[in-house]
């Protein structure tokens, strides 16, 4: 099971955190952030990307499974259960993804627009598990789900702001637009 994502720059400020496995305070979220940082950052690039880390809210069998690219670190924290090589591909998606989302994706696309990046974490991993590692049909339901925000905002500018025909979309739709914008 993944147990969290980071996306962490080199001086230590994360720019994406999501967690799986409940960390209870803030306190304790900032003091997992920062031990993940200093057992990452002080492996020189030509180390292997795999690291059993110690993280004490999480136990003591944690992966720390990540890659560098630039002046950002995306780090995985998995349970032993979880293959190496398949988070490491994991990574590759997602990065895939944001650059194909954003051309080029760098720290300030993940500072101004968290919510679509947010939004392709949640395509690919629910729950500390992974649902899609396909890059096409991740890009497709992230532009479905801007088409479907265009086409309700036209129904409510249509009407003159009375709400049109009732479509349920969730708060990730809203964001998708900015998707199908770049792709």
């Known amino acids: 099971m993944i147990k969290g994502v980071m996306i962490v720059n080199n001086h230590g400020k994360p720019r994406l955190v999501k ?3 409940n960390v209870t305070s803030e306190e304790k979220q900032q003091s997992v952030i920062r031990n993940v940082f200093q057992q ?3 492996r ?18 944690i992966k720390l499974i990540y890659r560098h690219y ?3 670190y995306f780090v995985f924290a998995v349970d032993s259960q979880e ?3 398949g988070i490491l591909d994991l ?3 997602f990065v895939e993804a944001l650059d194909k989302c954003f051309v080029d994706v ?3 696309d993940l500072i101004f627009h968290a919510d679509l990046v947010h939004y392709v ?3 690919i991993v629910m729950g500390g598990m992974v649902l899609e590692t396909n890059i096409n049909n991740i890009l497709q339901a992230i532009q479905d789900q801007g088409k479907m925000h265009s086409n309700s905002l036209k129904n409510t500018t249509s009407t003159g702001g009375a709400v049109g025909p009732i479509v349920n979309m969730s708060d990730k739709a809203r964001f998708a637009t900015r998707a199908v914008a770049i792709l």
């Open 121 to 123: 974490l949640d395509e």
């Open 91 to 93: 990574i590759q998606v």
């Open 83 to 85: 293959s190496d090589l």
């Open 106 to 108: 760098c720290e300030l």
């Open 19 to 21: 967690f799986y496995q």
């Open 70 to 72: 630039a002046t950002l």
């Open 44 to 61: 020189p690039d030509s180390f292997c990307n795999y690291l059993e880390g110690i993280i004490p809210e999480w136990g003591e069998n």
């Open 40 to 42: 990452v950052a002080q």
